[in-house]
């Protein structure tokens, strides 16, 4: 019943946050610095990570399939499909989860046990849209560019590492990347990340906002919403991929 | 003019607020007073709105708050200013950024003219050349007197400060107590303090209610208050050295 009760107030909290904004002009500066906040500043650790797991992805591959039967372009399309189809719309988003989400519960919950949503609240701002929607719009609006740019820097890193390694040849990766392309693989990662964005930032605002406590209890609910985004991910990887993929 | 009219809330099977009725006066600084976990804080909550009472009315100028659609209750929020007892101030947002913010939120007019009004508010509660400084590089006194500042900003009817002098020096808080009482006469605004400071209820108290057990045990003035004979009460207010010393020379008067 507990999870009835969680499901229900978490409902409640998403209406809240689509209330009418008070004044249009001050969320969208809001949703500006999110964006740098969220988006911008997570880029370091989105390129670094999506370079070497390209570059792992690309030697891996041509390891276990080094066979004459099989032809060299193919590392370079599996290296692509697995950077484009998994690693940079879902293995990115876990990543921003534990960076992003932590961030949001942290700094909503902090402002909950200092009283700084009441005081929100007794002003007559609506606290739920004025902390939580302009995160929602940021993260739903950068994190496909940061996915984007992943997928773009995980072929790099394999094409590079590839190459460096002599595992292939550079020829052989690029016929690799162009072969069996299909648009719609992009459309669905990106579909997958701002469905991802939208779990993310709900989720760990939810768990910020409702805080109750202290210092401790703040740390908790950072944590609860890194498990909690990543399972909702993981399973929200998997309805999605057998209704666009199947 | 606040009437609270048989207010009750619980939380789970704690009942924190049993049948509490109370007036609170236009123009006066109104004390709740009592000892912690007396259920005072729970009270001013309910009065604002941040919880919900299982019963009983809250009636701003006649206008029962917990009746009002969302948006009655948003224009009766915006007459309301409070002061938190742990200040409540923005942490991202400048000294000036936070008392311009309700300003920013529901006012008209130009940038210039906030930022006006937001260093009049300051100048008000003696707060200069602070404006570019956060939060955490201030005291706590100053913290309260920009709390004060943006509670102030929007003009408030009602003027709510929970436990203004909580964790300041004794000179300081007789600053903020001053403050208080002088801001609630330029404004005409109904005050309310919640306290267990008797410094502050000697200094500032018009209108106290004594809550106990999360009862209304006791309301009278500030010259009622000493002359009471209701057992609980002078406990509460005797507890100190400094009020028996008081007691004692009123008595050795008589």
């Not at chain 1, 949503?117 to 007794?122: N, Q």
């Not at chain 2, 609980?232 to 009020?243: D, K, S, T, V």
Request: net charge neutral; aromatic share 8%.
């Amino acid at each position: 019943m507990r999870i009835l009760f969680h499901f229900g107030r978490y409902f409640l909290l998403l209406k809240d946050v689509f209330g009418r904004p008070e004044r249009f002009r001050i969320y969208w500066r809001r949703t500006l610095e999110e964006m740098d906040l969220l988006g911008v500043q997570s880029l370091g650790i989105v390129a670094l990570l999506s370079a070497f797991m390209g570059a792992v992805i690309t030697i891996q591959t041509k390891t276990n399939i080094d066979s004459p039967l099989i032809q060299a372009w193919v590392v370079g399309f599996a290296t692509r499909q697995s950077v484009i189809l998994e690693f940079s719309p879902t293995v990115i988003s876990l990543i921003l989860a534990g960076k992003v989400g932590s961030n949001i519960a942290a700094e909503i919950g902090s402002m909950r046990v200092k009283e700084q949503i009441d005081a929100l609240d007794i002003m007559g701002v609506n606290s739920a849209g004025y902390l939580i929607l302009p995160k929602l719009a940021a993260t739903i609006l950068i994190n496909p560019f940061l996915v984007m740019i992943s997928m773009f820097l995980g072929i790099f890193g394999g094409w590079l590492a590839g190459v460096q390694a002599g595992v292939i040849s550079s020829d052989d990766f690029i016929l690799g990347i162009q072969t069996g392309f299909k648009p719609f693989h992009v459309t669905y990662a990106l579909i997958k990340t701002v469905v991802f964005a939208f779990i993310i930032t709900t989720i760990s605002a939810y768990q910020g906002y409702f805080t109750r406590g202290g210092t401790r209890e703040v740390g908790i609910s950072s944590t609860r919403a890194v498990v909690y985004s990543n399972v909702v991910i993981l399973l929200a990887n998997l309805v999605l991929t057998r209704v666009l993929l199947l | 003019m606040i009437e609270v009219q048989g207010l009750s809330k619980r939380f789970g099977d704690n009942q924190v607020l049993t049948d509490i009725s109370a007036v609170f006066e236009q123009g006066k600084v109104n004390q709740i007073i009592g000892m912690s976990g007396s259920g005072k804080s729970v009270l001013t909550k309910c009065m604002v709105g941040l919880h919900r009472p299982e019963e009983g009315r809250v009636l701003y100028n006649g206008r029962s708050f917990h009746d009002m659609n969302d948006e009655e209750k948003r224009g009766i929020r915006q007459e309301i200013g409070m002061l938190f007892q742990s200040s409540a101030l923005f942490d991202s947002l400048t000294v000036l950024a936070n008392v311009m913010f309700p300003l920013k939120m529901f006012a008209r007019g130009s940038e210039e003219e906030m930022r006006e009004r937001a260093r009049f508010c300051l100048d008000r509660v003696n707060i200069v050349d602070k404006d570019d400084l956060f939060p955490s590089q201030i005291s706590g006194g100053m913290q309260k007197r920009v709390g004060i500042a943006r509670a102030i900003a929007m003009e408030p009817k009602y003027l709510f400060c929970d436990e203004p002098n909580s964790g300041l020096d004794p000179q300081t808080a007789i600053l903020i107590d001053d403050l208080i009482k002088e801001l609630t006469e330029e404004y005409n605004t109904t005050t309310i303090v919640v306290t267990h400071d008797m410094n502050s209820v000697m200094e500032t108290g018009e209108n106290i209610i004594f809550i106990h057990q999360g009862r209304k045990w006791w309301q009278g003035s500030r010259q009622e208050l000493l002359n009471s004979d209701n057992t609980e009460l002078n406990e509460f207010i005797y507890a100190g050295e400094l009020m028996r010393e008081v007691k004692r020379a009123r008595d050795a008067g008589r």
